[in-house]
């Protein structure tokens, strides 16, 4: 059974050695809507943090260049905040260490100014100019306005296990820790995107709320979720249903586990998990992302002994963002990680050879990229 909440797993882990070299990021999408024409457009907000004890009062940039010729690693919080499709953006905000307050026990909390988040909230404001985006291309961030105040509710959980449970987080034995207290949540408030009002409701937002750390971050990346299903046979809609697919190449210590994937499927109370780590139910999985001229394209196909499943999503990349991060030791490898929200795509589920389920999903949250592509 994955559908186990765990706030202590959502507390910050910045302990240990991975306080000087490791990252913390809290990730939350969902769809609003805005207030004078119902246009849905999706968002994000991701609060991120870096290497607290190299901090200082001000923000350290990894990608600074006589920062990156000392060798100098980063240290901050950054708020990530950013939208989908049509005029698609994505805005940083630092801070420095000694600007953060950061609950370490659970429920967790990160703040810093008017920048606030927790299990059940968050609110803030990003506002970056051409000027400074032009002039710091440290900050890795394109230029627009983000403000927004909302509730959130995380209602069905993936706990992916004994991987990241409260042992593997004290060795740190894996270089990339996933857990999603919320992969089907709900948001509710306003959010403001460039002077113009999107009204978020827990209705039809298809929110999701999930929390990585570790070391570094894995290659090839893949990310897929959604909670917007539909039955493709009956046409109804699957309301108490959501799916979540991550991974790509976990490293326990320094041992790469080549094209492993996470995935937990919950349709209408019923759970089906294909999970690597859980060696006994013999997961074996295939996967593969690639880029045409207007689309990026993902399949999955995991089979356990007794169950198969067979995920196909595309989403436009005019919608996509090409999203920053750089790791902890100020190294930018990921320099073509596609990130979206508007993917769609079909769920294929069998029990041994008979088709059990054919899902419809849209609003998929997506995400696909390798090191060194250019």
């Known amino acids: ?12 882990q910045l302990k240990g050695r991975q306080a000087k ?9 969902f769809t609003a809507y805005n207030k004078i024409t119902g246009e849905a457009k999706p968002f994000y907000i991701e609060f991120f943090l870096c290497n607290p004890k190299l901090g200082r009062f ?19 919080l950054m708020v990530n905040v950013g939208a989908w499709g049509k005029n698609h953006c994505q805005l940083h905000r630092f801070f420095g260490w000694k600007q953060i307050q950061v609950n370490y026990k659970a429920p967790f909390i990160v703040k810093a100014e008017d920048c606030f988040l927790t299990e059940t909230e968050t609110y803030g404001d990003v506002d970056v100019s051409q000027e400074e985006a032009n002039a710091h291309p440290e900050y890795m961030s394109d230029f627009g306005h983000i403000k927004w105040n909302l509730k959130i ?19 740190q034995l894996f270089e990339m820790f996933w857990h999603a207290e919320g992969m089907k949540s709900y948001f509710e408030g306003s959010i403001f995107y460039n002077d113009e009002e999107y009204v978020v409701r827990k209705e039809d937002c298809y929110g999701y709320s999930d929390k990585n750390w570790g070391k570094d971050f894995t290659s090839p990346w893949v990310w897929l979720s959604s909670n ?20 790509g190449r976990p490293k326990i210590g320094f041992i790469p586990l080549n094209r492993k994937l996470l995935s937990a499927f919950y349709i209408e109370g019923k759970e089906y998990e294909f999970n690597f780590s859980k060696f006994w139910t013999f997961t074996r999985t295939k996967f593969e992302s690639h880029e045409t001229s ?8 995991q089979k356990t002994w007794r169950k198969k499943v067979v995920v196909e999503v595309s989403c436009k990349k005019e919608d996509m963002l090409l999203i920053n991060y750089e790791s902890p030791d100020g190294k930018k490898r990921h320099n073509r990680l596609w990130n979206g929200g508007n993917g769609k795509g079909t769920i294929y589920l069998y029990k041994g050879k008979k088709l059990i389920e054919e899902i419809w999903a849209e609003n998929i949250g997506c995400e696909y990229g390798e090191y060194n592509r250019k």
């Open 294 to 301: 207007e689309e990026i394209l993902w399949r999955v196909e």
């Open 1 to 12: 059974m994955f559908n186990k909440h765990d706030i202590k797993r959502d507390t910050c």
């Open 21 to 29: 070299k490791g990252y913390d990021w809290w990730w939350h999408s």
């Open 153 to 171: 509710r995380k209602d069905i959980a993936y706990n992916v296990g004994y991987g990241a449970s409260a042992l593997f987080r004290k060795l």
């Open 228 to 247: 917007n299903l539909v039955n493709k046979r009956s046409g109804r809609r699957l309301y108490n249903s959501v799916f979540d697919i991550g991974g």
């Open 58 to 76: 001000r923000p350290v940039y990894g990608q600074l260049k006589e920062n990156q010729e000392k060798g100098i690693r980063p240290s901050y």
